[in-house]
């Protein structure tokens, strides 16, 4: 157990449908980051928030949108969902005020299939 | 612009031959370098780091030793076992103030298949 829990691990749903994915970081983490692995596109940054506040936005699109919540967990909403998002959904989290110099530890992701 | 590029896969080999997985970045400045490995159906996790130049980072029987001069990051390991068959990810961050890292960014990762 990495520390970062995702929910749910699966989840398949039509094109068109909107889906809310769960990330909450390790103990003490202050930094969400939520990556899209794909077949084509690989690994791909989409957003990172510290401590309730975007810090960074990488390849997301509008349909997609993130917050993080007092609580330090995070959420990812995928709207209008189309076949090509279609993906593997990873958190992770980093930047716990104990131990500065780890990096990042990953969650075991979600997998989303658009059918 | 700024990347990470890994030798292409997929990469075969015999129990307990040497193993080597080339990684090169371009990037002004000095990130912080790491290899992630993934293995079927799990997430990724951390294999080594290294945050300076001439830094080695080791775990498991793996090291990377942080080239500035040719700005590379391979990873080798002297035998492999079946239990090594992964995806192997390298990839470099900065730290964004303080002590908080920014996004990382991955190379297109490397298939590695051990046999018997």
């Known amino acids: 157990d990495s520390g970062v829990t995702q929910t749910p691990k699966h989840l398949i749903t039509a094109t068109g449908q909107r889906v809310t994915l769960r990330c909450s970081p390790r103990?003490?983490?202050?930094?969400v980051y939520w990556y899209q692995q794909s077949l084509d596109q690989g690994l791909q940054f989409l957003i990172q928030?510290?401590?309730?506040?975007?810090?960074a936005k990488g390849n997301i699109l509008e349909r997609f949108s993130a917050q993080q919540f007092p609580d330090l967990h995070s959420e990812l909403n995928l709207s209008s969902l189309e076949l090509g998002d279609s993906a593997l959904y990873f958190c992770?989290?980093?930047?716990?005020?104990?131990?500065?110099?780890?990096?990042?530890?990953f969650g075991s992701g979600t997998r989303l299939t658009v059918v | 612009g700024n990347s990470v590029t890994q030798m292409e896969g997929p990469v075969t080999l015999s129990e307990e031959a040497f193993l080597t997985i080339n990684c090169t970045y371009t990037?002004?400045?000095?990130?912080?370098l790491f290899w992630y490995v993934q293995y079927p159906g799990e997430g990724l996790q951390l294999l080594l780091k290294?945050?300076?130049?001439?830094d080695k980072g080791s775990n498991k029987g793996f090291e990377a030793t942080y080239r500035k001069e040719t700005t590379s990051f391979h990873l080798e390991k002297g035998s492999v076992q079946v239990s090594d068959s992964a995806v192997y990810f390298c990839?470099?961050?900065?730290?964004?103030?303080?002590?908080?890292?920014?996004?990382?960014?991955f190379g297109q990762g490397t298939i590695l298949t051990v046999h018997p």
């Open positions: 992770a989290s980093s930047d716990s005020p104990r131990d500065r110099n780890y990096g990042y530890t």
């Open positions: 103990s003490g983490d202050l930094s």
């Open positions: 928030y510290y401590n309730g506040e975007e810090r």
């Open positions: 990037a002004t400045g000095y990130p912080s």
């Open positions: 290294a945050t300076k130049a001439d």
């Open positions: 990839a470099r961050a900065w730290r964004a103030g303080g002590t908080s890292y920014g996004k990382l960014t």
